[in-house]
Antibody, heavy 119, light 106 residues
Framework: QLQLQESGPGLVKPSETLSLSCSVS??????????WAWIRQPPGKGLEWIGS???????FYNPSLKSRVTISVDRSKNHFSLKLSSVTAADTAVYYC????????????WGQGTMVTVS | DIQMTQFPSSLSASVGDRVTITCRAS??????LNWYQQKLGKAPKLLIF???SLQGGVPSSFSDSGSGTDFTLTISSLQPEDFATYYC?????????FGQGTKVQL
């Protein structure tokens, strides 16, 4: 069964770049037509889609974050990554990676999430 | 962006109760509406997609109705494991957006 696992630093300094990785196990990131996404949730708040990447490398970003976000896929390592630049305290959140079966589809598999604090 | 508004933001219920949660979109989204359940400290779990399709393994006590702008998630008989926060999400247009959540508590 496909599983996703986020990894990366739990603490990032203001103005620096947040970098996270999502490892895909139980299946190949490039063998199917899924979209791979990052979603975040500030403490006690709701969910915000950050962006998605297709296994070809095509990306889609939330316009509210587009200027600071880069999502990429590494098929050789079977993972995809998130970089968010110039972070502030407002970027403190639990960051989830997730899978969608099609573009603008539901997120049917999620990682457990990783807490990132900007301080 | 399409705004998704859920109400109530929280509700108190007992085991066996019938629970309804409403989600309203700021414009018509057809049936491009999904529901998630999130328990404390856990990732969201997909319950229903495309407004009416139950995700595999989800009990039939969960159902959705609606199209256009107004949707309702119904739990026909609340079980102890159903106490959680529920989110709706539209996938009609980008960016996909979520409601603010409805907390179902004892």
């Amino acid at each position: 069964q496909l599983q996703l696992q986020e990894s990366g630093p739990g603490l990032v300094k203001p103005s620096e770049t947040l970098s996270l990785s999502c490892s895909v196990s139980g299946g190949s990131i490039s063998s199917s037509s899924y979209y791979w996404a990052w979603i975040r949730q500030p403490p006690g708040k709701g969910l915000e889609w950050i962006g998605s990447v297709y296994n070809s490398g095509i990306t889609f970003y939330n316009p509210s974050l587009k200027s600071r976000v880069t999502i990429s896929v590494d098929r050789s390592k079977n993972h995809f990554s998130l970089k968010l630049s110039s972070v502030t305290a407002a970027d403190t959140a639990v960051y989830y990676c997730a899978r969608a079966p099609q573009w603008l589809g539901p997120f049917d598999i999620w990682g457990q999430g990783t807490m990132v604090t900007v301080s | 962006d399409i705004q998704m508004t859920q109400f109530p933001s929280s509700l108190s219920a007992s085991v066996g109760d019938r629970v309804t949660i409403t989600c309203r979109a700021s414009q018509s989204i057809g049936t491009s509406l999904n529901w998630y359940q999130q328990k404390l400290g856990k990732a969201p779990k997909l319950l229903i997609f495309a407004a009416s399709s139950l995700q595999g393994g989800v009990p039939s006590s969960f159902s959705d109705s609606g199209s256009g702008t107004d949707f309702t998630l119904t739990i026909s008989s609340l079980q102890p494991e159903d106490f959680a926060t529920y989110y709706c999400q539209q996938t009609y247009s980008t960016p996909p957006t979520f409601g603010q959540g409805t907390k179902v508590q004892l």
